[in-house]
């Protein structure tokens, strides 16, 4: 994998954590840095997961950003469960 290659997949990595997070219901409780993160392994893992089952044929697939988004929601639900509870202070 290329830098450029790398720098593709971090920044679809982004945008697939913020789509999952317009999935998955419920008020947003993690920080962006967390969610971006939780798109950038879902990115990778979905990729990772075409390849094995033989979907992709190298290049732009369909089942790629399924998985892609699907792992990612997942993910995302999986943060929020375990990340706590933002308490705000009173003034």
């Known amino acids: 994998m290329t830098i450029g290659g790398l720098a593709a997949a971090v920044v679809l990595g ?11 219901p419920g008020r947003p409780t993690m920080p962006v840095w967390l969610l971006m993160g ?12 075409v390849h094995v089952f033989g979907l992709g044929d190298g290049g732009w697939s369909p089942w790629e950003i399924l ?7 997942a993910g995302v639900c999986l943060v929020a469960a375990f990340w706590p509870e933002r308490t705000r202070r009173t003034p």
Do not use: D, E, K, N
């Open 38 to 49: 939780a798109g950038v392994v879902a990115a990778f893992a979905g990729t990772g997961l």
């Open 67 to 73: 998985f892609q988004i699907v792992l990612a929601a």
């Open 14 to 24: 982004a945008v697939i954590g913020a789509l999952a997070r317009l999935i998955v």
